[in-house]
């Protein structure tokens, strides 16, 4: 046990309690007790690993805190608590961060440089790409490499800070070689079932990352845009057939025009031809029901490819691919096979090469000239898709990419997946909605590849032909019993290196895995899948899944899709999700927005309880504001940590005599009153309402310190009163039991005041449980009452709470004068009042008091 300081603080105790927990492995999942308890007696959290590209910010303190709160209180109820944490550390954001960081920019042709020597170190964001140095790809690999882990050290000081009790024996990290070994294997079980299939097919591409996206990362921004009114000329010569595009720069690209099948303004063009302006390509019209009668002119151009609708219509009218588009965003050079005539080559000639914005630009001016162009309308904002880490508009190109099939295709599955949702238990409910809605709204499988560099390797080879050409349909994958493996720089069996690149021999896939194709297997990677059966039968399906509401399309449904697919289950029994955080104005924070604030400071200023305590303030699903300049539940709660202190000495002063028993009817009400609050705060910690508990622990414990510890210390105080023994025992019980209640969230402060009477963290002591100590609550409600109406009256008359009182009469309810009665000693004792009558009333009031006279010194 610790001294009690004269006069405690809560400077300093972060790092105190951080130390002590680590040198005792406190929170270390014990994996032979774990063993012995059983599947029943542990608690596994598949805990979010943060993407490690940064900072954190004052959103992952909030959230972090809500599963911290449960872990924590898990543990004090007897489970063996598996609490892993992992770092999302491949992908698009750490590959950003690395070129901002180090003013660098892959480029897989250039070789391996054993010497390079970064240009910068942490400023070079206002480098533009082209003068960004460009370096190999296993180069820049090592840079991402350094700079995750440097990242990763900074994260889990902050958590430490914080005090979240993981066990940071069991962390992961999103791009080890263990890692890589369980995603390509999960990968290569999905290809073994028919789940997962390549495709040459429309893509969704971000022009500047030169990478496919997926429907999940994608959002809407809105974008400014013009209706331009062109004139296609009927192939019988009877006339035109007027069309409205906001793309005029993809007209060599038209494939057909659609118009709805009721509309009978086009019926009658239904089956016949049309040829396009400047390029003069026969291409027909056809009836769609997705064509929008009042949209324009009513029919619209299909091009290969606008937009998703163009994907639609391309792929169920069976139309050809005229795709014009590169991957760099650019014109391709090659005009398509559609365009014969010596005008239209011509015309497309001047287009070749150039960006999507100077492209319709051109097209314009070459519509203006030929008189093709009718129209063009005011300018408009519409939603345009971008990549949500993207800064231009994404294209559609064609492209040969990996897919997992995730229901949107497929019934049978979808209906599987919502089932699933269904059976796990959403906090709050209403969030299953939300994955319901993203179920029943995909369009396309999950495109799983990535055209990048820092990430999980497909594990895939391809033989090449007689001429050296990519034969796709000799697809080579590794045994299982051979990963990890890199395919660019590792050999498929029944080959040599000396036959890569050669016809006849073998060539690398150069993609990679999308990031949320590892971490949708965050529960295999932390829980040992194919790694540790023993450890994976302890804690999957894992008890709860822990994550923000916004990556439930992502995050949430990747990971359902994979147990689903894998183990035909939902890999958790419980989903959290947290709100977002909001500044003043109600606005989300997020780094994109430029109004995060970082933990750090915050966390220096008002210390980690008081922050923790801001964070369990709210309910799960409900978004909060935070105003860093006026942190108001902040200062609550650093108020609350240091009354915690206080008081725990107070109480610590009284002695409690060997044999000492609660025979007072004021401390028998209190603890009566503390049973009913470890039940209210039990079933709401069980029904994941953490800020419930908080709320009905913290109401108690104010009324404990004003009321009941002001009633009862005088006699307390006094080893000469019968009810001392009485009052000093049920000080302890309460001090004990409050410590605990308040421990999962307040977790520094309880910890130093448990220190200094009792053995062992309280964080893995036996969460407290109702005495049934027989007492009536009544009692001390009605003396607290009784106690705030003497202060009142003494404030009333400009008198200190100190004065003596010579006479005062409480007028109240029968039932509550019998309740005054049993606290009626302690009453006086506090209110220093020699004569104390109780008489009938309509309500508790002090109606009389009479202060003693000053005596003249």
Not at 95 to 101: G, L, P, S, W
Not at 636 to 650: D, H
């Amino acid at each position: 046990m610790s001294v009690i300081p004269d006069k405690p603080a809560l400077e300093g105790l972060e790092a105190k309690w951080d130390g002590v927990w680590a040198e005792q492995g406190t929170y270390l999942f014990d994996r032979l007790r774990a063993a012995e308890l059983g599947r029943a007696g542990v608690y596994s959290i598949d805990t979010p690993p943060p993407t490690a590209s940064g900072s954190l910010h004052i959103g992952h303190v909030f959230s972090y805190t809500h599963t911290d709160v449960k872990a924590r209180y898990e543990r004090m109820r007897g489970k063996a608590v598996f609490y892993p944490i992992g770092w999302d550390d491949n992908g698009l954001p750490t590959e950003r961060r690395v070129q901002n960081y180090y003013g660098v920019r892959c480029d897989p042709s250039l070789p391996y440089d054993a010497d390079f020597v970064p240009p910068f170190q942490g400023d070079a964001k206002s480098l533009k790409a082209a003068d960004q140095v460009p370096v190999s790809r296993r180069n820049f690999i090592d840079l991402c490499e350094k700079l995750t882990v440097e990242d990763e050290k900074q994260f889990e000081d902050v958590f430490r800070q914080m005090g979240l009790s993981v066990d940071w024996t069991q962390t992961y990290r999103t791009i080890s070689d263990e890692t890589i070994r369980q995603s390509q294997l999960g990968f290569l079980r999905n290809v073994d079932r028919g789940e997962a299939y390549q495709a040459l097919a429309p893509t969704l591409w971000d022009v500047d990352f030169r990478s496919a996206i997926a429907q999940a990362e994608l959002e809407d921004r809105e974008q400014p845009a013009s209706f331009h009114r062109l004139a296609f000329h009927k192939s019988d010569g009877s006339g035109d057939i007027e069309i409205e595009t906001t793309r005029p720069e993809l007209l060599a690209a038209c494939v057909a025009l659609v118009a709805h099948p009721d509309d009978e303004r086009y019926q009658a063009s239904f089956g016949k031809t049309v040829r396009t302006p400047i390029f003069d390509v026969e291409v027909p019209v056809l009836p769609h029901h997705l064509a929008q009668q009042d949209k324009g002119s009513g029919i619209a151009m299909v091009c290969t490819f606008g937009d998703v609708t163009d994907i639609i219509w391309w792929r169920e009218l069976d139309l050809p691919n005229r795709t014009i588009l590169g991957q760099d965003g650019r014109v391709i050079a090659e005009a398509p096979d559609a365009i014969v005539s010596e005008a239209g080559k011509a015309a497309y000639a001047q287009l070749a090469g150039k960006t999507v914005f100077s492209a319709r630009k051109q097209i314009v001016e070459l519509l203006e000239a030929s008189g093709e162009l009718l129209n063009v309308s005011k300018p408009f904002n519409h939603a345009v898709k971008f990549f949500e880490k993207g800064d231009r508009p994404l294209e559609i190109v064609s492209t040969r990419q990996w897919y997992i099939r995730n229901g949107a295709r497929d019934a049978e599955l979808r209906d599987q997946l919502v089932a699933n949702g269904r059976e796990l238990t959403w906090h709050p409910d209403f969030m299953r909605v939300r994955y319901e809605n993203w179920v029943g709204g995909l369009t396309g499988d999950w495109l799983i590849s990535r055209q990048r560099f820092f990430g999980v390797p497909l594990p895939v080879w391809y033989g090449l032909d007689e001429n050296g050409d990519r034969d796709h349909d000799r697809v080579i994958f590794p045994d299982a019993s051979s990963l990890p493996i890199d395919p660019t720089s590792d050999v498929p069996d029944g080959y040599t290196a000396e036959q890569r690149g050669v016809p006849g021999g073998f060539e690398a896939e150069t993609d990679i895995l999308d990031t949320w194709a590892t971490s949708s297997l965050t529960p295999q990677l932390a829980g040992g899948w194919q790694r540790d059966e023993e450890l994976w039968n302890l804690v999957a399906p894992f008890d709860v899944r822990p994550q923000a509401q916004d990556i439930i399309r992502t995050w949430l449904f990747s990971t359902m899709l994979r147990s689903t697919l894998e183990d035909g289950r939902s890999p958790w029994a419980h989903a959290s999700i947290s709100g977002f955080i909001v500044d003043p104005d109600r606005k989300k924070m997020s780094k994109s927005k430029g109004n995060v604030v970082t933990p750090a400071d915050i966390l220096d200023k008002h210390g980690s309880d008081a922050v923790r305590y801001w964070a369990a303030s709210s309910r799960l699903g409900v978004d909060a504001a935070f105003d860093p300049q006026n942190p108001t539940q902040m200062k609550i709660g650093r108020r609350l940590a240091i009354k915690i202190l206080n008081a725990a000495k107070f109480v610590l002063g009284f002695p409690v005599p060997e044999g000492a028993a609660v025979t007072h009817d004021l401390d028998a009400s209190m603890l009566a009153a503390l049973d009913g609050v470890v039940r209210e705060a039990t079933k709401a910690f069980d029904d994941f309402d953490h800020a419930k508990a908080l709320e009905v622990t913290e109401s108690f414990f104010w009324t404990f310190c004003d009321d009941y510890l002001e009633l009862v210390k005088e006699r307390a105080y006094n080893q000469a009163d019968v009810g001392q023994p009485s009052a000093a025992l049920a000080l302890r019980i309460a001090l004990s039991t409050l410590l605990r209640l308040l421990a999962p969230v307040v977790s520094f402060a309880t910890e130093e005041a448990w220190s200094w009477f009792e053995e062992g963290s309280i964080h893995t002591a036996a969460w407290p449980e109702a005495q049934d100590a027989g007492g009536d609550p009544a009692v001390l409600a009605a003396a607290s009452a009784a106690l705030i109406g003497i202060r009142r009256a003494k404030t009333e008359a400009k008198a200190s709470q100190k004065t003596p009182v010579a006479r005062a009469v409480i007028a109240a309810p029968a039932a509550t004068i019998d309740a005054l009665h049993a606290a009626a000693g302690d009453l006086q004792a506090v209110g220093r009042i020699a004569e104390l009558s109780l008489v009938e009333g309509e309500e508790l009031s002090v109606t009389e008091i009479e202060l003693a006279p000053v005596e003249e010194s």
